[in-house]
């Protein structure tokens, strides 16, 4: 403890699912409320065994009377963690952003493409793959009702981020309100950047792409970022980038409806428990069958 400030757990987590804008909530609440030294401190699923005490470390001192949280989106489908996080934070705060489902995963393979584990597989065959795996893609109603059973559901907020693309202020204004934290105005800046980070290019290959972010990450480290900058702007940045990097293609309809197809079950029963129209998140064929349902309804009507 110290000048009135103690240490102490955090009220609420976001826990995802990834690639639903947790990297711009931290960011806008940076400096407003408590926030953990990292962003993701992976306490709940990887690093548990360090203890508690190394968890509230990562937050430091902060007023009593300014809530703490953190971002943790790889939770989301992770029972033990859930389970960890109501073992230790009984009345914890749950915050979950759902996004339209074939986005969400296509903005996770570009992410994972120009990361720490680039493949060198395309987005088809790499969603095939997860589920293949047995991997939890797009589980949306089902894990929340999870979490809704476990923290009661008035301390699970749903938000979707559409709402955080088209109106980012009340986006963060229904956080703020959720965890008890004092509005914050965003500058024109912040609210025009309400959007996951974007990986725009991809390593022609695997090896090139792990060498490439090892380099990058050693001189973020390390070096001026004035230079790194600079460098960037070269001619000779200019040729390398073309030469070893390739740009993502857009997002195939084809690829879209058939995730989409996958998961209706799952989007209409959150749009059961949410009552939020998800009519955006179906295949076309689905569409067009609930387009004409309902005319057929309002004729007998």
Known sequence: ?????????????????????????????M?????????????????????????????????ADVPAGEMGATYFSNAIARERIKRHIPDC??????????????????L???GRRPVNDTFDGYWRFQVDCGADLCSYATQLKRWQATFGKSRVLVRFYEDLSSNPQGYLDAVCDFIGARRIALDSARAASAKVYSSPTAAHSSAIGQRTFEAV??????????????????????????????????LSQESADEIRAMMLPETEELERITGRDLSSWKSREQRKFDDGRSKVRSQIG
């Open 93 to 110: 705060k749950i915050i979950i952003t759902f996004r339209e489902p074939a986005a969400r995963l296509y903005s996770l393979y570009r």
């Open 112 to 114: 994972i493409r120009s």
């Open 217 to 250: 990450d050693w001189a973020r480290r390390h070096g001026p970022r004035p230079l790194i900058a600079l460098g960037r702007r070269t001619a000779l940045w200019k040729i390398m980038r073309r030469k070893f990097v390739e740009d993502f293609p857009p």
């Open 31 to 63: 400096g407003h409320i408590g926030l953990p030294s990292e962003k993701e401190t992976r306490f709940f699923d990887v690093h548990y065994d360090r203890g508690v005490q190394w968890y509230c470390d990562l937050f430091g001192d902060y007023p």
């Open 1 to 29: 403890m110290s000048n009135g400030q103690v240490l102490r757990l955090p009220s609420f987590i976001h826990v995802g699912p990834p690639r639903t804008g947790t990297t711009w909530l931290h960011e806008a609440l």
